[in-house]
T-cell receptor, first 114, second 111 residues
Framework: NAGVTQTPKFQVLKTGQSMTLQCAQD?????MSWYRQDPGMGLRLIHY???????DQGEVPNGYNVSRSTTEDFPLRLLSAAPSQTSVYFC?????????????FGPGTRLTVL | QKEVEQDPGPLSVPEGAIVSLNCTYS??????FMWYRQYSRKGPELLMY????GNKEDGRFTAQVDKSSKYISLFIRDSQPSDSATYLC???????????FGTGTSLTVIP
């Protein structure tokens, strides 16, 4: 049981490049989410999904796209990277109705946009 | 104004001390309250979770919620060097789909 895995661990992009951050969980959790963590800002929710085929926006969705074709995977796409997207990105998962159960976080992806 | 306010610290205490960490919030719709611990370069892990006013204990940790004041606290008794981490409070409404985190308080427990 690997829990929540994220790839890559580190990434450097140039402004305007696109990339996909991968997130997978093997706990059969319905709820998955993406956060970014910046100094002095805490964790902020980007997008979340309550099940395959269902996604919704969080607090800071601009510049990011998500899709959920399977229960296990929830990739985050940066369409045209900007320096303001330099951050640490965390994926998390839990059973549906996330506030009633433990939310498991992945190890994070450290992204730098030059 | 941010939904959740948390003093970033840093907080430095001697081993064995009682630590008090606090968050305030402005949204009266928040009903679920959580405390996470995050070690350096790791993802957060859930420490405590509660949905009612009052106290909840788990070993050396006590979570306290005062909904009338929109104030939550985490107390750590007999603090240990292994408690050195950043502590994040988090909240959500009844639906539990969107979580709002504090900025985190950095704690160092000195042996």
């Amino acid at each position: 049981n690997a829990g929540v895995t994220q790839t890559p661990k580190f990434q450097v992009l140039k402004t305007g490049q696109s990339m996909t951050l991968q997130c997978a969980q093997d706990m059969n959790h319905e709820y998955m989410s993406w956060y970014r963590q910046d100094p002095g800002m805490g964790l902020r929710l980007i997008h979340y999904s309550v099940g395959a085929g269902i996604t919704d926006q969080g607090e800071v969705p601009n510049g990011y796209n998500v899709s959920r074709s399977t229960t296990e995977d929830f990739p985050l796409r940066l369409l045209s990277a900007a320096p303001s997207q330099t951050s640490v990105y965390f994926c998390a998962s839990t059973t549906a109705g996330g506030n009633t159960d433990t939310q498991y976080f992945g190890p994070g992806t450290r992204l730098t946009v030059l | 104004q941010k939904e959740v306010e948390q003093d970033p610290g840093p907080l430095s205490v001697p081993e064995g001390a009682i630590v008090s960490l606090n968050c305030t919030y402005s949204n009266s719709a928040f009903q679920y309250f959580m405390w996470y611990r995050q070690y350096s370069r790791k993802g957060p892990e859930l420490l405590m979770y509660t949905y009612s006013s009052g106290n909840k204990e788990d070993g050396r940790f006590t979570a306290q919620v005062d909904k009338s004041s929109k104030y939550i606290s985490l107390f750590i008794r007999d603090s240990q060097p292994s408690d050195s981490a950043t502590y994040l409070c988090a909240m959500s409404d009844w639906a539990g789909n969107q979580f709002y985190f504090g900025t985190g308080t950095s704690l160092t427990v000195i042996p």
